[in-house]
């Protein structure tokens, strides 16, 4: 019986194929209209028709389900209550960019209201981006999540309401990272020049004393684990050099942000031979998206204990706090206290004993920041430069998303308050040993400060 049924199926796929032969060019052969243009391009073949029909069906044209102006609104105001539940830095955004984000909230609500405005997914996503989350930047990545930031890469986690709603509008939900409009990090970000975006900088400026080392980025595919790439055989060589060399330069100016362990790993650990360890304080509220981001959370991240402002002494019982800082943190509802360290690499140990600097700016964000904040706290850099741009987040934490049940957009945004131990929050950025010099640049200053003797 098997074997019939086999035979059978055999005969029609090959009855099949021949019929698709014979047909097609039938359908595609040049009729006698005297008007016809002159075919110039090789015509297909009947394998590539074949092919075709195959691998590329026509697909069908999906359209977003029609949204009411009630449901719009049933958006906003789910978002709004969902931000001011788990977003811990609406008084900072206040106080850097001079925006009370939340009395926003009113006359966009009003707007959604009017009925001589007709709202539909794209103008309903540019309301939010251009007129609310363009004045938060470069607090907490607090932003309308976009299609090319976020989702691009992470397709295949979303269910398939979500999926198809960024597929369709695809690039429509631009990066609101930059904007025409308004540009994010407006305020911060400075043209850097001379910087290679690609490869490894390295430059003995003084033979057997001082040397600088500059990485590109800290962020894409993961070569800091891999011994044999190309990035960690150019610092190796690099430092392999540095013997007897009193002063080693980490230029970290026009890093954005990616991840630490692409810095610390490959330029930190080989100088090290002992752990560096500090401590940073985190505080959170206790927000439905939080409370459940929290669940997830490593158990390195630190226990979780309640929060009262009342602690406070307890925390940070040699510094004294703004009273901006404590009124934000009378919104918290729970701490941790982290501990965070970089290890010395096992096999790779540079033949360096001398001073580490870092050059820092303004353009510094994310991780970037973490990074300066790290080595600042642990005394084991000297920073010189600009005050970092903040914009932090945990690295042991997800990004936290806040989806809208309607339209499905995600607003993306950190859920910690981060404080150092001097008690200034990270969202202010790591404020350097060493200030630019005027007239001069971070690299100008440091050597400036090394020809004096004076650090």
Do not use: C
């Not at 090959?14 to 016809?36: E, H």
């Not at 000297?382 to 806040?402: R, W």
């Not at 971070?442 to 400060?449: C, F, I, M, P, Y």
């Amino acid at each position: 019986m098997k074997k019939s049924k086999t035979v059978f199926m055999v005969t029609m796929l090959v009855a099949l194929f021949a019929a698709v032969v014979i047909i097609l060019p039938i359908i595609f052969m040049p009729g006698d209209d005297a008007y016809a243009p002159e075919v110039v391009a090789q015509q297909p073949t009947e394998l590539d028709l074949i092919k075709t029909l195959v691998t590329d069906p026509p697909r069908p044209q999906w359209q977003p389900p029609q949204l009411t102006r009630e449901q719009f609104l049933e958006d906003f105001d789910y978002l709004m209550t969902a931000l001011k539940e788990n977003v811990p830095t609406f008084g900072i955004i206040y106080r850097r960019n001079e925006v009370d984000m939340l009395a926003l909230v009113p006359e966009l609500r009003e707007r959604i209201l009017d009925e001589s405005i007709e709202w539909d997914y794209i103008p309903f996503w540019e309301m939010l981006r251009l007129d609310f989350f363009s004045h938060a930047s470069p607090v907490g990545h607090l932003w309308l999540a976009s299609y090319d930031t976020y989702f691009r890469s992470a397709y295949e986690r979303f269910d398939n309401r979500r999926r198809t709603v960024y597929s369709y509008f695809g690039d429509r939900l631009a990066n609101p990272t930059f904007d025409e409009k308004h540009l994010y990090h407006s305020q911060m970000v400075t043209p850097l020049l001379g910087f290679d975006d690609y490869n490894i900088t390295t430059n003995i400026i003084e033979d057997g004393r001082i040397a600088y080392i500059r990485l590109p980025r800290i962020y894409g595919d993961n070569w800091v684990r891999n011994p044999a790439s190309d990035t960690l055989r150019q610092v190796d060589e690099f430092y392999s050099q540095l013997e007897g060399f009193e002063h080693l330069i980490l230029d970290m100016r026009g890093i954005y942000g990616g991840y630490t362990e692409f810095f610390t790993r490959p330029l930190i650990a080989p100088l090290i031979d002992y752990p560096l360890e500090t401590i940073f304080h985190q505080f959170y509220m206790a927000g439905e998206y939080n409370t459940r981001l929290m669940r997830r959370a490593p158990r390195s991240m630190g226990e979780r204990v309640p929060f009262n402002i009342d602690d406070l002494p307890n925390i940070f019982p040699e510094v004294t706090l703004s009273e901006d800082v404590v009124n934000d943190l009378r919104l918290m509802d729970y701490y941790i206290s982290r501990t965070v360290s970089i290890a010395p690499h096992p096999e790779r140990r540079a033949p360096f004993n001398g001073k580490v600097w870092l050059l820092t700016d303004m353009n510094n964000f994310s991780a970037a920041q973490q990074i300066a904040a790290f080595l600042h706290q642990t005394g084991f850099a000297t920073l010189v430069g600009q005050t970092t741009g903040g914009m932090v987040s945990d690295a042991a934490l997800m990004p936290a998303f806040i989806t809208l049940p309607n339209t499905t957009f995600e607003v993306r945004y950190d859920m910690l308050y981060i404080i150092s131990a001097d008690g200034r929050p990270w969202e202010y950025g790591t404020v350097p040993h060493h200030f630019n010099r005027d007239g001069m640049d971070a690299l100008q200053t440091v050597l400036a400060l090394i020809a004096e003797g004076n650090w």
